[in-house]
Nanobody
Framework: VQLQACGGGLVQAGGSLRLSCVAS????????AGWFRRAPGNEREFVAA????????YYGDSVKGRFTISGDNAKNTVFLQMNSLKPEDTAIYYC????????????????????WGQGTLVTVSS
């Protein structure tokens, strides 16, 4: 399985970006997809997750109300719409898939994910 993330770039504070992540190699029938990010000098941080079966979504506190995760199960694709971007959102963003239907709190933990994309850089200028 390979995950390909794209959509990163340079944007001014207050702007928007949309990240995409496509999984190839197999079809996922369960589990969830997530986005994490890592800023320079920081640990990887949970951003958002979405379940495949019921489309329930979960967000990190720092992005709640500004970011929206969505997915297209038929295309094994997950999106992250990022609005009202702030300089502190600057990071490498990683998409990840898990085959397991974990409880919501577990989906915030990066060790639960089986497959990872290569990351896409988002830079927000002030």
């Amino acid at each position: 399985v390979q995950l390909q993330a794209c959509g990163g770039g340079l944007v001014q504070a207050g702007g928007s970006l949309r990240l995409s992540c496509v999984a190839s190699g197999r079809a996922f029938s369960s589990g969830a997809a997530g986005w994490f990010r890592r800023a320079p000098g920081n640990e990887r941080e949970f951003v958002a997750a979405i379940r495949r079966n019921n489309r329930n979504t979960y967000y990190g506190d720092s992005v709640k109300g500004r970011f929206t995760i969505s997915g297209d199960n038929a295309k094994n694709t997950v999106f992250l719409q990022m609005n009202s971007l702030k300089p502190e959102d600057t990071a490498i963003y990683y998409c990840a898939f898990t085959k397991t239907n974990y409880i919501s709190s577990a989906l915030r933990d990066d060790i639960r994910y089986d497959y990872w994309g290569q990351g896409t850089l988002v830079t927000v200028s002030s």
